[in-house]
């Protein structure tokens, strides 16, 4: 878990972001500090149908001049209109509520959804789901107490869930972030008739706020920034969602040590995304995301234990998980993983280890699964895609600044 949350000003086009344990970094986020390249991810549009691909059940969907996005149809059986022909189906011409859920990623146009969700910092509200789900990560006696308290908001057209942080929350609380989430969607339902075609009906937070509300706050000790207006949308979004870590929030002012320079942010960034991470046993991985997928491979190196060569696979396997299941989250990889872990013929062994990988991919926020073991010996997960990796971050940020040089 996370300790320190940093968010830095690199330069004057560039805002790094960082969760900390220790000296080492468990999230890495990279974005512009302009409104060019951030991410679409959560906001919500009135979008109208260019195309309907019934062969794969699909629609494309424009939410802005030329934007095109795509949208699963058997996914979304309850789509909110604002503007709908004399077809019972979807059709092109149709004006709807959508969602974007997952940014443009390499070939792939963004995706979205016409089940909206609004997110707190202790709940999620969902549209179109009635259901009160729990976080799995919290333990059975506080599900408990959460489910009771959430039973009075139990409602026919839409839910919630209840996320990891409300276990550290009081009722009122839950209650107040309930209603206040209710307020919301119903209020948006209710003035999305009357709104034109592409209005953004709700924009995404700055990626700082969003960083913070995806992060368990209950073991954090510090949130620092070194630019006053970040300090102050912070100071402004805990003083409004989450007053008591209020006090953990601080202004780093010190212009002979950078912040970033401080916590070795550039170095956590080149180790982030280099092919080849070293272990401390002197094994190592190495990473190559492709266009199919991630395949992460384990080598032994430079390991130079004295065990019994069982009891040396096994080290450096349970160090390599530990470290792959770090590496993904830091370079945000997804869709589809396969590490190929040194070769160890006890079962007994590999069933430790699919455990010990599974339980450190369980603290993951982003949804991940580790799916088992080929006969190949290839341990298979999946992982949810939702923003750009960290590369194509930095990559899309180059862009933008080799665009903004030539302007000038």
């Not at 009722?171 to 948006?188: F, P, S």
């Not at 455990?355 to 450190?360: D, G, K, Q, V, Y």
Request: glycine letters at 4%; charged letters at 30%.
């Amino acid at each position: 878990m996370a300790n320190t949350l940093i968010i830095t000003k690199r330069d004057e086009q560039t805002i790094w972001m960082a969760a900390l344990s220790g000296t080492h970094a468990t999230d890495l986020r990279i974005a512009s500090a302009s409104d060019e390249s951030t991410s679409l991810v959560g906001n919500i549009y009135i979008g109208k149908v260019r195309k309907v691909q019934k062969n794969i059940d699909a629609a494309f969907i424009e939410i802005a001049d030329r934007q095109q996005c795509y949208f699963n149809i058997a996914a979304n059986p309850n789509a909110i209109y604002t503007k709908k022909g004399n077809s019972k189906k979807i059709a092109e011409g149709d004006e709807l509520l959508v969602q974007v859920i997952r940014d443009g990623l390499k070939t792939k146009l963004p995706a979205l959804s016409g089940n909206l969700e609004l997110p707190g910092q202790y709940l999620v509200l969902t549209g179109n789901d009635s259901r009160i789900g729990i976080s799995g990560k919290l333990s059975q006696s506080t599900k408990e107490r959460l489910k009771e308290w959430m039973k009075p908001f139990a409602r026919e057209k839409y839910g919630f869930i209840v996320r990891t942080n409300a276990g550290e929350a009081s009722r009122e609380e839950i209650e107040a972030e309930a209603k206040k989430l209710e307020e919301q969607y119903l209020h948006l339902l209710k003035t999305a008739p009357y709104r034109t075609c592409f209005s953004a009906l709700k924009t995404s937070e700055p990626v700082w706020i969003e960083m913070l509300r995806n992060t368990y706050t209950a073991d954090l000790t510090s949130i620092i920034t070194d630019d006053p207006q970040i300090y102050n949308s912070l100071e402004h979004y805990l003083k409004e969602n989450d007053l008591q870590n209020l006090s953990k929030l601080r202004l780093y002012q010190d212009d002979l040590l950078p912040l970033y320079k401080l916590c070795r942010l550039e170095r956590e960034i080149d180790l982030a995304t280099s092919r080849q991470v070293w272990l401390k046993s002197g094994g190592y991985l190495v990473i190559d995301p492709t266009e199919a997928l991630t395949v992460i491979d384990v080598n032994t190196g430079k390991y130079s234990g004295k065990k019994l060569r069982r009891e040396t696979l096994k080290t450096i396997n349970l160090e390599a998980a530990k470290e792959a299941a770090r590496q993904i989250r830091l370079r945000n990889l997804s869709g589809i993983i396969l590490i190929d872990f040194i070769n160890m013929e006890n079962k007994e062994d590999q069933k430790e280890l699919l455990a010990f990988l599974e339980s450190r991919l369980f603290a993951d926020p982003v949804k991940t699964r580790l799916i088992d073991m080929t006969k190949l010996e290839l341990v298979e997960i999946t992982r949810k895609k939702v923003y750009k990796t960290l590369k194509e971050q930095i990559a899309a940020l180059e862009s933008e600044k080799e665009s903004l040089s030539q302007k000038d």
